[in-house]
């Protein structure tokens, strides 16, 4: 993940990454662990911080479906 803006951002990933409008600017090793679920607490404080930007939230949901399509097609693959 990377802020919007950053000229200085340097990819480490192997997938291109995701630009975020933050209210406090992400770490550079932030990253979207795309098949994890997140389990938040109900006694937990939460709080908007940001959101993806329009192409990354595309970029994101086509990845995922790849993903999910290779994974689908593992237990046949011989």
């Not at 803006?5 to 480490?12: A, H, L, M, P």
């Not at 404080?45 to 990354?56: A, E, H, M, N």
């Amino acid at each position: 993940m990377f802020n919007q803006g950053d000229e200085d951002f340097v990819n480490q990933g192997v997938y291109p990454p995701v630009e975020v409008v933050a209210t406090r600017p992400v770490l550079r090793t932030t990253s979207v662990h795309l098949t994890g679920g997140c389990r938040v607490g109900c006694n937990e404080d939460i709080t908007d911080v940001g959101r993806l930007t329009r192409k990354s939230y595309q970029e994101l949901v086509e990845l995922w479906d790849k993903v999910v399509g290779v994974a689908r097609d593992e237990p046949w693959r011989r």
